[in-house]
Nanobody, 124 residues
Framework: DVQLQASGGGLVQAGGSLRLSCVAS????????IGWFRQTPGKEREVISV????????YYEKSLKGRFTISSDNAKNTVYLQMNNLKPEDTATYYC?????????????????WGRGTQVTVSS
């Protein structure tokens, strides 16, 4: 079975940093793109960034690029999301998801596998 395990969330003050990790198992890592998404109550899940584990190409939501950086370690089947200069509006549950293919796209409903979220809370 394909499993995605997201971790690294927590409580941080505004201006601080966190690094989220997403460990994938049960799949051939290089055959998938993996994305990070976030959701707050009452709102739709939004894409943050996606990476192709085939060639390392990436997609970023324009408003978040510059503060958030996605990276991948194929040897560890892990994708990371480095989040810097966090703001209270970044408070959300963060999810990782996998889509078979090598093109990093932002279409949420095309991702086949989802992990449980990790909560990020940014205090002002």
């Amino acid at each position: 079975d394909v499993q995605l395990q997201a971790s690294g969330g927590g409580l941080v003050q505004a201006g601080g940093s966190l690094r989220l990790s997403c460990v994938a198992s049960g799949l051939r890592f290089s055959d998938y793109t993996i994305g990070w998404f976030r959701q707050t109550p009452g709102k739709e899940r939004e894409v943050i960034s996606v990476i192709s584990n085939s060639d390392g190409s990436t997609y970023y939501e324009k408003s978040l690029k510059g503060r958030f950086t996605i990276s991948s370690d194929n040897a560890k089947n892990t994708v990371y999301l480095q989040m810097n200069n966090l703001k209270p509006e970044d408070t959300a549950t963060y999810y990782c998801a996998a889509d078979r293919g090598d093109y990093p796209h932002p279409v949420t409903n095309l991702f086949d596998y989802w992990g449980r979220g990790t909560q990020v809370t940014v205090s002002s």
